[in-house]
Structures are given as structure tokens and as C-alpha cells.
Nanobody, 127 residues
Framework: QVQLVESGGGSVQAGGSLRLSCAHS??????????MAWFRQAPGKEREGVAS???????SYADSVTARFTISKDSAKKILYLQMDKLAPEDTAMYYC???????????????????WGQGTQVTVSS
């Protein structure tokens, strides 16, 4: 059973920063393939992919967060991070960590379908 637990959400003023963490039990598949990603969902809106990294080396970002957000992972500690800088009110959402055994999962080419999800952490940005 793959477990993912997000933390680090909170309330921040516009222009501020937050770093989200996702502690997980996920590991690469038999073919060394993996995909880990951050998604978000604001009230009344569809869930959207924010950032992802995959076993083929691709790191992708949604256009709305490029140059502001950075995804990274610490494989030894089994933590996925999302550094969020220059936050804006439109970044307010529940943020989810997700994973699956895929070679690639770009979030800027449609939302990838991943099987394993965390419970989410709320990010609220005030103007």
C-alpha cells in the first residue's frame, strides 16, 4: 500500500513563500519507472497538475506556476517537495501529492492519471 502524506500548507500573504512536503512510501517500479507530482484543486474548479518529475528525467510545470514553483525530491528521505515563491491569491487551493509507476507524466500536456494520492494540504494566499 503506497502512502503519501502532505504537510506544509498554511496561510500566507501575496508575495510570500511556502514549502510543501510529501512524505511517502513510494518507490520506483520493476522497470525503475516512476512519476511523482503535485496537483491542486480550488473550490469550484477542476483539479489541475502543478508540477511533476518522472523517471525519464522530465520535470514539468503548469504555465501558471513556471518560474515561481520548484518541485524536488529527497529519495533517501522519501520526501517530495514543492517550493512555492511569489504566491498569489489564485494559488489558493488544496494541494495534493500523487505518484504512479510511469515513465513520464508531464502536467503541461493535460493532467496525467496517477493512482496513488495523499489527503492534501490547504494553501491560502491573501491579497
Amino acid at each position: 500500500q503506497v502512502q503519501l502524506v502532505e504537510s506544509g500548507g498554511g496561510s500566507v500573504q501575496a508575495g510570500g513563500s511556502l514549502r510543501l512536503s510529501c512524505a511517502h512510501s513510494f518507490g520506483p517500479g520493476r522497470n525503475a519507472n516512476y512519476c511523482m507530482a503535485w496537483f491542486r484543486q480550488a473550490p469550484g474548479k477542476e483539479r489541475e497538475g502543478v508540477a511533476s518529475l518522472a523517471s525519464n528525467g522530465r520535470i514539468s510545470y503548469a504555465d501558471s506556476v513556471t518560474a515561481r514553483f520548484t518541485i524536488s525530491k529527497d529519495s533517501a528521505k522519501k520526501i517530495l517537495y514543492l517550493q512555492m515563491d511569489k504566491l498569489a491569491p489564485e494559488d489558493t487551493a488544496m494541494y495534493y501529492c500523487a505518484a504512479d509507476w510511469l515513465w513520464d507524466c508531464p502536467v503541461n500536456a493535460g493532467n496525467p492519471t496517477l493512482r496513488f494520492w495523499g489527503q492534501g494540504t490547504q494553501v491560502t494566499v491573501s491579497s
